[in-house]
């Protein structure tokens, strides 16, 4: 049974962040550019975050409680204010009496909120629906959740308000198709899913999108014999493997000789090119593809930005791309508390440490990045 309970005060926090178009802190925004919310005493950690319409903010994630944890969303105005309209003032925490995270969150037109969580040992991973206030909805799934057959990394909606989630098994990536009421869509793959290995050991999917021809595209990456690469792989509506992308439907990508290499967001411009943002060590990468999932050679490098960010490991969390074409990247690196870049029609400049990086015998620019914030 999944309950929604009132807000505790406590002091852990969430943070939600605002940046002005020139990249520095939005001053009109929470303090100083940030709201930072009081989630849990015991830890607290946001995952998702999806801005409606009329500009207010929820925020998804998960809060710490006595013997496991809730799935938290919080509702701010577009001054970052909390919401008080939402829920009860502002907050929605939701117990199955174990552990529950919200790990993404979609807006539907109509208002309604779509989060998907992760398992637990004794709880499978679930899609919730709330209407706008914060109620759970009673016409999506058995009082407002539904069972997921898979792992969730990410999640989105298509154009017919259908909803995609990306995920994973033990060793192959599973997309899963769901119908407006909550049930699998028979129609896609196999009884609703695709599962996935792409012939390597180990095959993750992490992030979605779904492009203007409602073909579908899946970030991730593959590894074998230990080595792991980025991929994209392009289904068809109906949940096909796409044989005219890349090499039998999937697009592999060796960078930079790091034995992790992972996408972790994908984003389709105006054009149909296609932009993927991969956790590397120590930088950011951003690779852009061809509408057939070729390496553009006119973006970077063969198709490749490069942008160091930190002496510690970084990682790419998310990657947009604005209405003037510009590339936001957003993520994190361990020296610094955040990270946020943005590529597009801006000069060269050096963003910290070397200006090029030696990579398998080519130099990785810091081409058309500037450092939003740290």
């Given amino acids: 049974m999944i309950r929604s309970l009132p807000f ?12 002005g178009q020139a990249g520095t802190l939005d001053p009109s925004f929470g303090a100083g550019g940030i709201v930072e919310t009081v989630a849990s005493a015991t830890g607290s950690q946001s995952n998702a975050v999806a801005v409606r319409t009329d500009g207010r903010i929820l925020l998804a994630g998960t809060r710490n409680v006595t013997g496991g944890s809730e799935g938290a969303i919080v509702r701010y105005l577009s ?12 907050y929605l925490f939701t117990s199955n009496g174990g552990t529950l995270a919200w790990v993404d969150i979609a807006l539907r037109p109509d208002g309604k909120i779509v989060v998907v969580s992760i398992a637990d040992a004794n709880h499978d991973p679930i899609l919730a629906r709330f209407h706008m ?19 969730p990394s ?17 060793t192959e ?14 129609a896609f793959g196999s009884g609703g899913s695709v599962v996935n290995g792409l012939g390597a050991d180990v095959a993750l999917g992490t992030s979605l999108v779904v492009q203007d021809d409602e073909n579908i595209l899946v ?28 090499t039998g439907g999937t697009v592999t990508t060796r960078e930079c000789g790091s034995t992790t290499e992972t996408a972790e967001g994908i984003a389709v411009q105006a054009d149909g090119r296609i932009v993927v943002g991969v956790d590397y060590e120590i930088g950011f990468v951003v690779l852009r593809y061809l509408a057939d999932g070729t390496l553009d050679p006119a973006f970077g490098v063969d198709g490749q930005v490069y942008t160091f960010v930190g002496e510690n490991q970084s990682y790419v969390k998310d990657i947009i791309v604005q209405p003037d074409g510009a590339l936001l990247v957003g993520g994190r690196a361990l020296s610094e508390f955040r990270v946020g870049l943005r590529c597009g029609a801006l000069p060269q400049r050096r ?8 990579c398998r015998h080519r130099h990785h620019l810091h081409l058309r990045c500037e450092l939003l914030a740290q």
Avoid: K, W
Wanted: hydrophobic fraction near 40%.
């Fill in 8 to 19: 505790a005060l406590a002091a852990h926090v969430l943070t939600v962040t605002s940046y």
């Fill in 79 to 90: 001054d970052g204010a909390v919401d008080l309209s939402f829920a009860l003032n502002g």
């Fill in 133 to 151: 206030d914060g109620s759970p909805d009673s016409t999506f799934g058995i009082d407002g959740t539904a069972p997921l057959v898979h792992s």
């Fill in 154 to 170: 990410a999640m989105v909606l298509d154009a017919d308000g259908m909803i995609l989630v990306v995920g994973n098994t033990a």
């Fill in 173 to 186: 990536h599973v997309i899963g198709r769901y119908m407006e009421d909550g049930s699998p869509d028979l």
């Fill in 219 to 246: 970030a991730g990456s593959s590894t074998i014999a230990g080595e792991e690469n980025v991929t994209v792989t392009r289904y068809t509506p109906t949940g096909s493997v796409d044989a005219g992308f890349g």
């Fill in 351 to 358: 963003i910290a440490g070397p200006f090029l990086r030696q």
